[in-house]
């Protein structure tokens, strides 16, 4: 089950009391105040885990709480401080507190911590109030209460590709043939009903470790940009893909214009948000095996005579070794670019 957006309840510990307690040894009837200080409560934190990919962990289990400190005892014993809470996430969620409606941090980089709720400090023991004319007190402080706060987890995936096209046009056939993922495929409409992330794979093609993580997002409709179909749900995987492929029905599947289809598209991401339209873009034109295909193609290179587009066949694999291919020509560039853009801003 794949969860994106998820509401928890977190809790960091309670500091521990501070202990009221007095020396008591042979010959020492009065040694003095020694209780111990509370411990400090547990606080709430995220890590970024790469190996973590979605919120299921967190949508049926909302409550999540740091440990609370343990109170101070006798003979200056300070009590344990809590454990912490801590919750792994996937990278590239980002916390919104529900009481300011603002978002208050941003899990991108394995192993990155982010300290949520603070856990409360522990009370003094009875010994930090002795003083030269208070010789026996009998304070000690509470352990003060840890934050706690509601808050709205929201992931957009960090995925070099971005996939996007209308219902039915084969992205989980392409997802399947070129990743490690295997989404469910069938001939119908909205098979796949949540963003599906894959690993595609070039250990055997290029030397040393190479693989992309490519972004398979549910169909589009019209009107996605306003939430239809949960559009906003969907589009948001993409905003931090590196490329993006439209993926064309070039075969006019139930009496759809291919031509009109990449025109919609391109409509509801800028609807959405203009800079997905900034991002660099590939049109893949699928089911090249149909013999329409072909006449249709040329219309559609006609009308866009800008766009770059390859053919590919799922069903035949025809194409698909060229896409890999192009796929990592490009990311590669585009990651060479960034390095060059952060050196030269430092």
């Known amino acids: ?12 510990g309670d500091g521990g009391r501070g202990c009221i307690s007095f020396r008591r040894e042979k010959y020492e009837p009065w040694g003095g105040p020694n209780g111990g200080d509370g411990g400090r409560g547990g606080d709430v ?12 962990d967190y949508k049926f289990q909302p409550h ?61 023991g009875n010994t ?20 706690r706060g509601e808050y709205r987890l929201i992931l957009k995936s960090i995925a070099d590709v971005g996939l996007v096209g209308f219902p039915n046009a084969g992205k989980s056939s392409l997802t399947t043939r070129i990743t490690k993922a295997r989404p469910k495929t069938a001939a119908y409409p909205f098979t796949t009903l949540h963003p599906q992330i894959g690993v595609i794979d070039y250990s055997d093609e290029v030397k040393g470790t190479k ?5 398979d997002v549910p169909g589009l409709i019209e009107g996605a940009h306003d939430n239809r179909g949960l559009g906003h749900r969907f589009l948001r995987h993409i905003e931090r893909c590196a490329l993006l492929i439209f993926l064309v029905d070039m075969a006019g599947t139930d009496a759809r214009d291919p031509r009109d289809d990449y025109k919609h598209l391109l409509n509801e991401l800028k609807l959405y948000d203009p800079a997905l ?58 990651r060479a670019q960034g390095k060059k853009s952060s050196a030269a801003a430092a």
Request: glycine share 10%; charged share 30%.
């Open 1 to 12: 089950m794949f969860v994106d957006e998820c509401t928890v309840k977190l809790s960091a």
């Open 45 to 56: 934190v995220l890590i970024g885990d790469v190996n973590t990919n979605n919120l299921v």
């Open 64 to 124: 999540w709480r740091g440990e609370r400190g343990e109170h101070g005892q006798g003979a200056d014993c300070h009590g344990r401080d809590g454990k912490p809470c801590e919750m792994r996430m996937p990278l590239g969620t980002i916390v919104i507190d529900l009481a300011t409606d603002k978002p208050v941090a941003e899990i991108v980089e394995d192993g990155q911590r982010v300290i949520l709720c603070k856990g409360g400090n522990g009370g003094w």
């Open 128 to 147: 930090h109030f002795k003083t030269s004319t208070h010789r026996a007190p009998k304070r000690a402080n509470p352990g003060l209460d840890g934050q």
């Open 211 to 215: 693989r992309l993580l490519l972004a």
């Open 277 to 334: 339209l900034k991002k660099p873009r590939l049109v893949v034109a699928n089911k090249m095996d149909v013999p329409e295909s072909a006449a249709q193609l040329k219309k559609f290179k006609t009308r866009y005579k800008t766009a770059e587009t390859i053919e590919i066949s799922c069903l035949t694999g025809a194409g698909l070794d060229r896409l890999k291919k192009e796929l990592l020509k490009r990311v590669t560039k585009f």
